[in-house]
Structures are given as C-alpha cells and as structure tokens.
C-alpha cells in the first residue's frame, strides 16, 4: 500500500502544478480573457472575440497582430490562458490505472484499496479534474466496490468486521462518483440543452437515494455514527435539484427529495436544532419542486408535513427549560416560511379568494403585520412555467404544461390554471404590494428632501464661518459690500427623535425602515413587473406605476449611505472595565459588541478574587490596537475586549446632490488565526475564512470533522446551483482585485483579538490569536482617480451620432435639471437623480463585498442566529477555537462574527434601472401615436412604420431626426456602459434573464423589422422599381445608423447569454455586414460574421459529438459531407436490399434535415461574405500624406505596383491583404476555393488564374470526399453483412486462432464538419459499446425508435462493469494538408 499512496500522491501533485494555472472552472460565455501588455508597461485584461481567433487558435504572435490592426492597441505580447494538453491527462490515467492494477494484484486488503481509491478520486475533484476522477477512478474500479459491498453480506460470518469503516466507505466511494458524475455533466452541457443531460443527473438522484438506502439498511447505532453521509447526500441532493428546477425538470426530483427528506428526518443526528436551517432549505427546495412542476396539490401537502414535523421537533426542544432564545427564533422563523408557502398554494388553488384574504392570513402570523408583505411578495412570485417575456402574445386560455416530461398518471395532480386568470391575479396582488409600500417611499423622498435642505444651510454656515475666520475686521464682519447689515448665518439644528420617526429612522437601527421592509432586489423585481404588465396594457390602476418605482429606486440608490449608513472604521478596545458605561469612548465611536472576553476563567477567578474590593482597577493594553485604556495598580487584573466602530453621519458629511462623498468603506472581513500579526496592506492570508467561505460541518454528537466534506459542500462548480462562484465570476474578481491593489485604491488592514482561547485548545492553538482582517477603499478618491466619471458628469448621458456632430446634434431631454431640482419636483424626470457613472468605483463595489454593519456575539450553541436581521453573513469559525471534537457538545461555548453585506449590488442595481428606463422610454416612443408627439420631438416627420410604408406628411423647415431614434440609442448607450468592462462582464452573468427579456424583445420587435425594412427599400431603389425622395433618405440613413449603432450591441448581448440559436444570429449577421459595407466600414461587418461563423461551428460541432445517450446521438450518416448536395449520384448510395412487400427499397444513408441544410448553407454564405468583407479596407482618411508602417515582413512599397499579371501565367500574384486572409484558412479546400473565387471577382486582370485555382480546390475536395466515402461505404457494407448474418460484431474477437484472423475493424470515422485549418472527425465507439445506429446498418424498413433502457443507457452505479466500459479508437487528422489519415 506504502508504493500506491507514493504513487497516487505523485500524480495529485502533477495534477496540482497543472491545474493551479489553469483558470478556475467553469464555462465562460464571452470569450477567452487573455492579458495584453502593452509598450508602455502596463497590462490590460482582453477579451479574445470569435473574429480575432477565427483562423487562428491559440498562436499569441497572430494574435497581437490582430489586437493591433482591429483594436488599435499597441500591444508588444499576449500571454493566453493555459490549457490541459490530453496527453498529459492520458498520462496521468495509464499511471493510476498500472498503480492500481498493481496493488490489487498484490492481494492487499480490500478496504484498505477502496479508501486509497476514494481518497484519488476526492483528490481529483478537488483539483476539478471531475472527469478523470469519474472515468479513470470510480467507474473503473466500481466492480471492486460491488465485490467489498457483497461481503458485508456476510459480515456477521466474520469476527471483527469493521462494519463502520466499512459501510462508511461503500457510501463514500458512492458519493465521490454520484459527485464526479454531475460536475462533469453540468460542466459539459451547461444549459441542460441535451436530454440525456437530465435523464444522467436523474440517475445521480437515484444514486443518492440508494446511498441513504444502503445505509438505513443497518442498525440505528451505525447510521447514527455515519450521519455524515447522509448530510453530505443531503447536500448534493440539494445542488443538482436545484440545478435541474432552473432548467425545466423540476418533475424529476420531487419523489427522490422527498424520500431523502424522510430519511433525514429519522436520523437523530440531522435532528439537532443546529440542522434545522439545513433541513428547511431542502425543504424548500422540494416544495419549489413541486410548485414548478406545477403540483400545487403536492406543494401544500409537503408544507403541511414540513409544518408537521418542525412543530414536532420544537415540542421536542422546549421540554426542558430554560429554553435558549436561540432555539426558539431558529423554529419560529422555519415554521412561519412553510405557513407562508401554505397561503401562497391555497391562493393559487383558489381556497383564498383574493388578496384582502392573504392579508388577513398573514396578520396571523406574526405581530405588528411584519410577514403582510413578504407573504403577498411570496405569493406573487407563482414558478408557473409560462411565457412571461416582455411583450408576449400568448392568449389568455394558454393553461400550464410540466416541465420536463409528463408527470405519472399514479403521480400527484397538475394543476392547469389559465394565463389570463395568472395574469389578473398578479395584478391584484400586485396592486396591494404597491399600497403597502406607498408609505416607506413616501417617507425616503421626503427624509432625502429634508438632507439636501440641511446640507444647503449646513454649508452655507460653514462658509460663513471660514469667511468670519479669515476676516480682520472685527464687529464689520456683518456688512456687505454694500454696506448693509446683514443678519448672521445660525447654525442649523440637527432633525429631532420625532422628526426622525416620521422620516422612518427607528431608534433601534440606524438604517431607514425600507432597508427592512423592501430589499432593493425586491425593488427592483417589482419595477420589471409594473413595465411588464404595462406593456400588455393591463389595468388603470397599474398606469404610471412604473414610473414612480423608478423614482424611487434612483432616490435610494442616490442616498443609499443616508437611508443604510455603512461602518467606516473599526477598532478593538481592550479594557480592564468589564461594563461599557465605565469604558471611555474615542469621539464619535461606539459599542459594536459586548464583553467578547465573558468566557475567560482567567476573568472569572480575578473577579473571584476581587469580590467586594472596590479599588483601583488596571487596564490591560493590547500592542496593535489605536485605542486602549489603561491605569496604574499592582494586582492583577481583568481583560475585557470590546469592538468599537464610527458609523457614516451623513447630517455632518454629506455634500451638495451626493456626489463624491468622503466615505471610506470597510469590505471583505476575514478571521485569521495566527501568532503574530498579518503584513498591513497586503493581500488576506490563504488560510484566511470569509464571510462566504463554506467551512467545514460543524460536527455534532462527538464526530470530528470529516476532510472529504469539502468537496460536497464547496466544489467550485460553474453549476448555477447558488452554492459556487462560476469559474469565470472567480477569475474577473480576481483580476479586478488585482488590478485595484496594484492601482493603490484597496488596503487592508488588521485588528487583534486577544480572547483568551478556549481550555481544550491545543498549544499551538492557544499561541495563535484571532486576527480581524478588513479591507477598505474610499470612494472619494476613486472618483477623484476616475477622469472619464468627471466628464460624464459635466455632460449629458445621451448618446449622440459622432463626436463631429456632438454640437450639431444635442438631446434636449432631461437637459438644465440638477439632482436637486429633480428631487424636489415630484413629476420630474428619474434620470438626474440616478448615482454618476463611476467605473473605478463600480470596479470596487463588484469585486468586494463591501460591509455596512459589524458584529461579534457570544452563543453557547451552535445554531445560534445574529443578534439582528440586518445581519446577513456569517464567518463560520469560532473565534474561541474549540477544537472539532467538541464542537455541538454540551456545555460549551462559542463567538461568531457576522457582518451586514451590501446585497445584491447597487452597482448592478443601478444598471439594471438604467436598462429599464431607457427600454420604457423607447417602448413609449414606439407606442405614441405621431399625432400626439410634440413638434419639437418629430421635428416635422413621423416615425417610419416597421413595415416600411412611407407616409406622406407635410414637410417642416428643419427636418429633424424621429424621437424614437433617441431613444433606441439611448437604450444603447445604456447597454453598452452597463456591459463594458469587467464588471460589466460579470453584470452578464448576474443579470442573464433580465437582458434576454430587453435586448430579446428590442432584437425581435424594434431592430429586426427595421433591418428588413431598410434592405428592402434599398433593393427597390436600386432596381428601380420605386424611387426614395430626399427626406426618407435621410430617415433611412438615420435608421441604418441606429441599426447599426444598437443591433451589434445586442447581438453580442445575446450571443453571450445563449439566448439566440446559431441561425438567427448568422442571419442577423449576414445581413449587418451587408449594411456596414455599404457605410464602408469593414472592420465591423468583419467582426460580426466572425462572431457568427464561430457560434454556428460550435453549435454543428457540439451538436455531431457523442454524448452520453447514445441513442440520443444524431446517426452517423447524417455529416458526412461539409457541402449538404451528394458528391455522388443516387444509383451509388447504399440501399437496404431488394426491398420488401411494401414497396422499393429505402435509401439507408438519408440526406441531411432541412435544418442541418440550412445550416451548412449559412455557414457557406457566412464565410464567403467573410473573405470578401476581410478582403476591403475603408480607410478614414483617404487623401492623407501620412502612409502607415511597413511590417519588416513587406518589400518596398512602389507608387506604380499592380499585381495583374500576364493572362497565360498560371502563378497568381497575390497581395499581402489577400495573403493573410489565405494563411487563415490553412489548407481547408472548400474556404480556399471561396477566396480565389473573390479575388477573381475584385481584379478582373487574374480571374482566369483565379478561377483555375479554384477549380483545383474543388477537384481536391471532391477526392476528399470520395476517398473517404468509399471507405466508408466498404466499412457500412461489412457491418450489413454481419448483421443480416444474425451474428455479433464480438464474434471476430471470439476464434480461437485470433492472431492467424484479422482483427476487426472499428466502425468507420465520418467527416462531420471543417473550419479552418482543421478537419473534424467523429469517431464512432467500438463494438459492444450500445445499440448501433438504426439508419446505416439495420435491415428494418421502419425501424422502431430505441427507448431508454436502464441496463444499456444509464449511468447507475452497478449497471455496467468494467469490462463493459465502451473503448473508443483515435483518429488522427491532418491539420493542414489535403487527404485525412486514419490509423
């Protein structure tokens, strides 16, 4: 075993080295990130686009010379991100495989080899090698855990059976692979586009279950003491349910949910009230499960049983009293979210009438009609399934469907409820939410007006005093200039308690009433609603509203730090007081905790000691803290530590309109343990834990902390699953953090805690100290550093055609009106009071988590909740350091720290708002009627139809373009700043849905039509069938500019979202090309088609692969050829036979799907509008001196150098733009042959020789096909003769005198597509590896279709052994060259 352990420990370390510079998992949507560095030194994170890599892959030095050429950046080198070579990962698989192979030859002790293979697995995942750990690790060697499992069997047979170890390492190795298996299927079809992928993690559920099953199968003693196995199963359970709900299988996971749920709930351990928020959240989560899958019936029947079971616990835990106030909140808040969920299905199933009813039922529930709100908003957010994207058209009596596939017919009801009756119930729940709210907004609008008037009077005090102070004139000082008396400015006085109440400040928090009763998520979740049901011309009452949430959402974003003041500094106060009135504050700070030192013994026996002396007492100092107290005395005293920060006082700080307030901000709070303090303004510690670090399970009933929990609780998943960062959201963190610690914007900073530790710790334990470790930037200084937020301060947001036209062409909306003004008119518009554009700052509010509140509290229990509900995070370590084995026992005694996290970001927050309010000024300016536009926005012309008619108007002095043209570009314009950036990139993945519903409805509704209209009309006017007059000239050139400012923007928009299918965006594509190179501008028509020719090929290339159905795989015979018309003539394909009674025979090698057609057609037309545009160059200043710099590659330029040729020469001069389109096709005969074609057709002179060349391409692509055709015609054939020979592929294998036969041949590999540079191959598995494809090698004319069958198709652990596993041959084609060679 000592020679596998070296073995297995040397392949995790190369796999370590590897992976550490390998970017963090996960798949990204917009593109490689590459860092360009730049000549003057400085480097810049850059997105790789499809047009930039087309034709080039990975080769850095093609690369920055299309940075320089198409960005323009000066850039001396690109350093690509690594990749994993396959070698490498075949070396590592053949050296664990030989490892393996070996121990078990050697006889070594069966549970021993099944805790080495499980510990070589969790050690593969944890380095996100999933793949491997599933193929190589866990599903090779499944056959020997079937064998250790059978001899539990006969456990009792044998004395001194280690069942425990045993049983818990057949429920681990189970876990690991359930484990392995869903990262590698989430990882590989991200959307769950595949039903394969769906029906693989169905099998992952069914898995789990048969773990818990396993397990329950023993006695209680045993399942108690391996609890955490089924917490870990639990866990899992919870990810990928989730996973499958947001992609539209939620039917697949309610019976396995619901079954581990029961099992958790007769496991005593998983009982402690410390479990209870676990056991709520996978309670949820079913209940969600069934709502989505439209069981409404089921989803109340389990809040019943939830409510059931909780209260049966509570009953439990409060026997014995005292009972801890802890305790009591964890069940009150459990059981008051399942009475909610309970209303919410009675309203949906129509036993509450209305929304009055929800109101009076959640009065019920709690005092002071707290959970009023929360349960109407619960109530509204129906997981219905249908159609709810802006401007839907579906009609009212469209009733509900399953997600997923039909639920049983044993199975629970689903409920069919109709679209309208959906959509008039939200509106009558929507309407009570908003009268709840009115009040609270109210109170901010007039709390905001009430600042802005004292920060006016408090500034001009202020400047009357600097000017008294620098005056030497004494009594005059109050004379003017005109020597008139003038009265003094008072200082003004600062609101009192009861001015205070009625703005909605409490006296028990210092945060506004809103920040409590309406999250901004929330906010914001119901300014989309309002718009939405605005544009489907809903009630009267909901008119208008939209506009009012907007005002109100810019005003709480504008005076976010009055409404929540944020923590600007903090400090630690060790004191010999152990009473908070007898400690000294430092002005303008105050108590964040209490006594944290009230464990202390040592404490404990000097108050002991000092009982009824009253002398002098000694403050205790700690070295590294600004703030200590301290007296002289001989006897020892007491140390008592108490947190102390200043809060934000915007009554004293705030400027005039809020911008750039002098607020520092404390983010990213960190524990660290260590004996001597972490380096000052540097990066936090590695072994540092978060507020959103999953530590490990706090392990009850005696258990130390299992090492392999990690892997379950925290994989790093790109998943979607909430539990993990993506690994692209990781990696620009990162390089935002990086980018703001070099720039010297971000510092940190530390604090020690000297807690005497806890009496069990170790001695190195008890050496070490807490460290409280907090970074911090001020946001006044990067908005001094950030020159571009002045300039767009100092001039308006709105979008113009061109910097030439900025003063000829200026947006008179919103013009002249300041935040102030705005604020005080309550009919004014939004857009003044929205926060200024700040990119260093919106940097830093991203990558950090910025904290506006901090608090340590002291528990005695583990499940202990923070002291408040504004407290949202919490850091999972104890600050006393109890060690693992006394964690969850009784008698003990913990410290946590929470902090208040700005969630979600008002960065975002605020983009999000941007996009709305421009999508509904441009949705309003589509949907006014021309009469009732105001002369000045139609400047004498209407807004052109989307069906292109003209309609005749009179003509006006100064035509002026259309006011809907604005606001399509101001919509732009608010895409293009929200998604810019690194923040705006992962504003991308923050907000996926809510951009598909806006650019989806802008692409389909708005840009599309017009795109259409523009071409057609230009088409008639070129061919003269109508004739356009000047004026609609000019409203066509305005409508292209528009077109070709906005739709570019949301093409790559949904492109990085996934939210348009391949052929939808090359059209698209094709089309703006088109209308770029007739404005002469190539570079962006060359960007646009290469953008679609990459998507198209992944998606042909995705779509051919095999996955993990086979029966779900496309037949072979499908892509065989790259052109869709048959090289060769019907009377040589493959036929089944003579045919049979019912007719002639059938073709078996059917012609591609009209579908697949248009593809390989678009994807033609795509590259040969590609060459030709990469053929041009529109130069901006054409007339100019100033020739650009020659590559040391290219000869002297010649004033008379043409590169015609004489008419009879077969050799084609070509110039260099013409060569370098050429290097980037390499040797494909098919691209080649499209670009001799365009050089013929742009210089006459060569066209014969162009022409020859390319004919020569097609002759070798035609002999490409051929060849490979025939040898796979040879290849089809043989399979048809076994097959009709009623034998088996294995029978080859089966003659004894193997090495006198051939062996057999593999299924033949097929072309299914090319791109450049590269010919891709599908190779097929070899035999007995599933059902062969029904079209190419069956002889049924009408072959039944192949259903799932569990033995042949699932992943189930046990299904197939490992003799079974499919082997898969290599094919090894050319990357250059003509002819493919397959070994």
């Known amino acids: 075993m000592e020679e596998l352990s070296e073995k297995i420990d040397q392949v995790l370390a190369a796999v370590a080295t590897q992976s550490a510079a390998l970017p963090p998992n996960g798949c990204q949507r917009s593109g490689r990130l590459a860092v360009a560095k730049l000549r003057n030194g400085a480097q810049e994170a850059i997105e790789l686009t499809a047009d930039i890599r087309l034709g080039i892959g990975d080769d850095a030095d093609r690369i920055t010379e299309q940075l320089r050429q198409l960005r323009g950046l000066d850039v001396e080198a690109v350093e690509l991100p690594k990749t994993l070579l396959h070698k490498e990962i075949l070396q590592w698989a053949e050296q664990l495989s030989n490892a393996f192979f070996k121990a078990w030859s050697q006889r070594v002790d069966h549970v021993e080899f099944i805790e080495k293979v499980c510990q070589c697995g969790e050690g593969l995942m944890s380095h ?97 003491e391996l609890y955490w196995a089924i917490y870990n199963t639990s866990i899992l359970a919870l990810r990928i349910a989730r996973f499958l709900r947001l992609h539209g299988f939620p039917s697949f996971c309610v019976q396995a949910l619901d079954w581990l749920m029961q099992s958790i709930n007769a496991c005593l351990p998983m009982m402690a009230v410390h479990m209870v928020p676990l056991r709520v959240r996978f309670l949820t989560e079913l209940v969600y499960c069934a709502e989505s899958a439209m069981q409404l019936g089921e989803a109340s029947r389990l809040c019943d049983v939830a409510i059931e079971q909780l209260e049966k616990d509570q009953r439990l835990e409060t026997m014995l009293e005292p009972v801890p106030d802890e305790t009591l909140q964890v069940f009150e808040t459990a059981l008051t979210r399942f009475r909610v969920l309970k209303i919410k299905y009675d309203f949906w199933l129509e036993k509450v009438a209305d929304a009055k009813q929800v109101v009076t039922l959640a009065e019920d529930l709690g005092a002071k009609s707290c959970w009023v709100l929360p349960s109407l908003l619960e109530v509204f957010e129906f997981q219905h399934g249908l159609p709810k994207e802006f401007g839907t058209s579906s009609p009212d009596d469209l009733e509900t469907a399953t997600p997923g596939i039909a639920a049983a017919v044993d199975g629970p009801e689903v409920a069919r409820i109709g679209l309208g009756k959906i959509r008039a119930r939200q509106r009558e729940l929507l309407g009570s939410i908003l009268e709840r709210i009115t009040p609270h907004i109210e ?214 309109g809020g911008v750039s307030v002098p607020i520092r901000r404390l983010c990213d709070l960190r524990v660290i343990f260590s004996s001597k303090p972490p380096p000052q303004n540097g990066r936090s510690s590695a072994n540092a834990v978060g507020v959103f670090d999953a530590g490990p399970m706090a392990a009850a009933w005696g258990s130390s902390v299992k090492p392999w929990s990690m892997p379950y609780a925290s994989a790093g998943a790109a998943d979607s699953s909430g539990f993990d960062h993506s690994g692209e959201t990781v990696q620009l963190c990162d390089s935002l953090l990086s980018s703001l610690s070099s720039g010297g914007h971000l510092k940190r900073t530390s604090f020690a805690l000297p807690l005497d530790p806890h009496p069990g710790s170790r001695a190195a334990q008890a050496e070490a100290i807490p460290y409280l470790s907090l970074g911090f930037y001020d946001e006044g200084s990067l908005w001094i550093c950030d020159k571009d937020a002045h300039k767009e301060l100092s001039m308006s947001a709105q979008l113009t055609l061109s910097p030439a036209e900025l003063e000829a062409t200026k947006v008179e909306a919103g013009s002249g009106v300041t935040a102030l003004e705005a604020l005080h008119a309550e009919d004014a518009d939004a857009g003044p009071l929205l926060p200024p554009l700040c990119q260093l700052l919106d940097d830093a509010d991203v990558a950090t988590t910025p904290i506006t509140d901090l608090c340590i509290f002291a528990t005695k229990h583990l499940h202990a909740q923070a002291p408040s509900e504004r407290f949202n995070a919490l850091v999972r370590t104890d600050l006393r350091q109890t060690p693992g084995e006394l964690l969850g026992r009784p008698f003990q005694s913990y410290i946590f720290a929470c902090a208040a996290v700005g969630a979600p970001s008002t960065t975002f927050c605020a983009r999000r708002l941007r996009i709305l309010r421009a999508f509904h000024a441009a949705h309003t300016a589509f949907a006014a009627p021309p009469e009732e536009e105001s002369e000045g926005d139609r400047g004498g012309s209407d807004v052109p139809p989307i069906d292109g008619s003209v309609t005749q108007v009179a003509a006006a002095p100064q035509w002026k373009r259309p006011a809907v043209i604005d606001r399509l570009l101001e919509l732009g314009d608010a895409l293009e700043r929200a998604v810019a950036g690194a923040s705006g990139r992962l504003f991308l993945l923050d907000a996926a849905d809510a951009l598909e519903d806006v650019c989806g409805y802008a692409f389909l509704q708005w840009f599309w039509p017009q795109l259409k209209s523009i071409q057609d009309r230009l088409r008639q006017h070129e061919l003269k069938e109508r004739i356009i007059s000047e004026k609609e000239h000019k409203e066509l050139d305005h409508w292209s500019m528009a077109v070709r400012r906005v739709l570019p923007l949301l093409l790559r928009i949904l492109e990085q979202i996934r939210a348009v299918d391949a052929t939808t965006l090359g059209a698209a594509a094709f089309a703006l090309a088109k209308l770029f190179h007739d404005q002469n501008d190539s570079r962006s028509g060359q960007a646009e088609l290469g953008m679609a020719i990459a998507r198209l090929e992944d998606e042909l290339a995705e779509a051919s692969l095999p996955g993990a159905q086979p029966r779900l795989d496309r037949p072979v015979a499908y892509s065989v050829s790259f052109d869709p018309p048959s090289i060769r003539p019907p009377g040589f394909a493959l036929f089944n036979g003579p045919g049979d009674d019912e007719g002639d025979p059938t073709l078996l090698l059917k012609p591609l799907p009209r579908s697949e057609q248009d593809r390989f057609c678009l994807l033609t037309r795509l590259y040969a509008s590609w060459i030709d545009v990469s053929l041009k160059t529109h130069l901006k200043n054409v007339g100019s001196n100033i020739r650009r710099a020659r590559h040391p590659t290219e000869g002297p330029e010649e004033e008379n150098n043409h590169l015609g040729a004489d008419p009879s020469s077969t050799k084609l001069a070509m110039s260099n733009q013409e060569t370098a389109v050429l290097s980037r096709l390499g040797e494909n005969p098919y691209l080649r042959c499209l670009l001799f074609v365009a050089v013929a057709r742009r210089r006459p002179d060569v066209a014969s020789t162009a022409l020859a060349k390319a004919c020569q391409e097609v002759e070798t692509a035609v002999a490409q096909e051929q060849h490979l055709w025939s040898f796979s015609e040879k290849e089809l054939g043989r399979q048809q003769r076994i097959l009709r020979g009623r034998s088996d592929f294995a029978d080859e294998f089966k003659v004894k005198n193997a090495k006198s036969t051939r062996k057999p041949r593999a299924d033949p590999p097929l072309l299914f597509g090319r791109s450049p540079g590269v010919l891709r191959l599908r190779v097929p598995p070899l035999v007995r590896s599933g059902v062969p494809p029904v079209l190419p090698s069956s002889l049924e004319l009408k072959p039944q279709e192949q259903a799932y069958n569990e033995a042949d198709h699932s992943d189930r652990i046990g299904m197939k052994s490992a003799a079974q596993t499919p082997l898969t041959c290599a094919v090894f084609g050319k990357p250059a060259g003509t002819g493919t060679a397959v070994s």
């Open 128 to 224: 996100r090698q999933h793949s491997l750990a599933y193929t190589e690790v866990y599903n090779r060697l499944a056959d020997r855990l079937l064998q250790l499992k059978s001899k539990l069997n006969k456990a009792h047979e044998v004395p001194d059976f280690p069942r425990v170890r045993t049983v818990g390492l057949v429920a681990r190795f189970m876990l690991g692979r359930c484990m392995a298996l869903y990262q590698t299927t989430s990882c590989r079809d991200p959307t769950c586009r595949r039903e394969d992928t769906a029906e693989a993690l169905r099998d992952v559920l069914r898995d789990l279950v048969s773990i818990v099953k396993f397990i329950n199968e023993w006695d209680i003693s045993l399942r108690e």
């Open 443 to 656: 109170k901010v609008e007039a709390a905001a007006r009430a600042l802005e008037d004292f920060t006016a009077r408090r500034l001009a005090f202020d400047a009357e005093e600097e000017r008294r102070a620098r005056s030497d004139e004494g009594p005059t000082a109050n004379i003017n200039d005109n020597c008139e008396l003038v009265e003094p400015v008072s200082k003004p006085d600062l609101p009192s308690r009861a001015e205070l109440d009625d703005m909605g400040f409490s006296d028990s928090t210092p945060n506004h009433s809103i920040e409590d009763v309406l999250p901004l998520a929330t906010h914001i979740m119901l300014a989309r609603e309002c718009l939405w049901h605005e544009m489907q011309s809903a009630g009267a009452n909901l008119q208008g509203k939209f506009k009012w949430l907007e005002r109100s959402l810019a005003v709480r974003l504008r005076y976010r730090h009055f409404l929540c003041p944020p923590i600007i500094d903090v400090d630690v106060l060790v004191s010999a007081q152990r009473s908070q009135e007898n400690v000294a504050l430092p002005q303008k700070y105050d108590f964040l905790t209490d006594d944290l030192n009230i464990y202390s013994h040592r404490n404990r026996h000097i108050e002991a000691a000092e009982a009824g002396d009253h002398g002098v007492e000694s403050a205790v100092g700690c070295s590294g803290n600004k703030h200590e107290t301290s007296t002289t005395g001989s006897k020892a005293k007491g140390k008592h530590i108490f947190v102390i920060g200043q809060r934000f006082d915007a009554w004293e700080n705030w400027t005039a």
